[in-house]
């Protein structure tokens, strides 16, 4: 691994399947009625309620879907299963539990149940082209969350933390990306899509006004040193597929006005940011 991380995130990204598309939106949902149920008349502030961390489609990424309720995250992979086997690999399940674990995140699944009688699992969702009929029926009502290790159920009104708990690098990471993607989209341009993995980079792809792409790797620092753009000069020449596109840094910090601290940051905190926009790093 270079200086500059594992470079990942490309602009050619695999297509996701319609069947994948179809179950994420059942799931969304599903979950955002649980906490319409929950939120409405319940909530003081937006650190008591059920609020969404990510629900845009990114990749690569460990989970399709991510929540918070409390001091607690949970992130949520779907599972489609039928009479033949699960579309959980192990390789996907070991990828979330790590992420999770790194991440002080809850794993959960989904669980779908995919209705269709000619194919196997595996080989139906992976149809590009889907003739035959199928149905999508969530395994349970309410919630249907079922820890990704035990498959125990999991109720987040009663599994949820009210302890102050640290933001992970993940969350940061995701922070700083949503604060970047309001500002390039203010300014009239279109982001194309972002990866909230901390050690991959570029972490976003856009096109301005004029029809230009470019590539943005945003990093959350705590110190003023980190501010420096020039240690990533250079990242296009480790990878091919960044020359042809100009290249931009931004760096986000966060102050946590309840801890007066920019390295205790809590969730559900009030924070103070510092963003001073786009730094150009390279000219194609």
């Not at 708990?165 to 940061?172: F, H, N, R």
Request: hydrophobic letters at 35%; aromatic letters at 12%; glycine letters at 4%.
């Amino acid at each position: 691994m270079s200086k500059y991380g594992n470079i990942q995130y490309l602009i050619d990204r695999p297509e996701p399947t319609e069947i994948f598309l179809k179950a994420r939106q059942i799931a969304g949902i599903q979950l955002q009625e649980q906490f319409k149920i929950f939120n409405k008349g319940k909530v003081d502030s937006s650190y008591d309620g059920f609020k969404w961390v990510k629900t845009e489609l990114t990749y690569p990424s460990f989970d399709n879907l991510s929540f918070s309720f409390k001091s607690s995250v949970y992130s949520v992979v779907i599972e489609l299963i039928d009479d033949t086997g699960s579309s959980f690999s192990l390789k996907q399940r070991e990828r979330l539990l790590n992420a999770c674990a790194e991440n002080n995140l809850i794993p959960c699944l989904f669980k779908i149940k995919l209705q269709e009688k000619s194919k196997n699992l595996l080989d139906f969702m992976a149809s590009t082209n889907v003739q035959d009929e199928y149905e999508l029926i969530p395994l349970e009502q309410g919630w249907n969350l079922f820890n990704a290790r035990s498959n125990q159920k999991i109720n987040p009104l009663t599994l949820s933390s009210e302890e102050p708990t640290k933001m992970s690098k993940w969350e940061l990471s995701n922070f700083a990306i949503q604060i970047v993607r309001t500002d390039i989209e203010k300014d009239g341009n279109e982001v194309l899509s972002f990866c909230d993995l901390p050690e991959v980079n570029p972490q976003i792809w856009f096109k301005d006004k004029q029809g230009n792409v470019g590539w943005v790797v945003v990093k959350h620092i705590t110190t003023e040193t980190d501010l420096d753009y020039r240690k990533w000069v250079g990242l296009e020449q480790h990878n091919e597929q960044l020359l042809p596109f100009d290249g931009y840094y931004a760096s986000i910090q966060f102050h946590s006005l309840k801890t007066n601290s920019m390295v205790n940051l809590n969730r559900g905190d009030a924070y103070v940011v510092n963003y001073k926009g786009l730094e150009r790093i390279y000219v194609s």
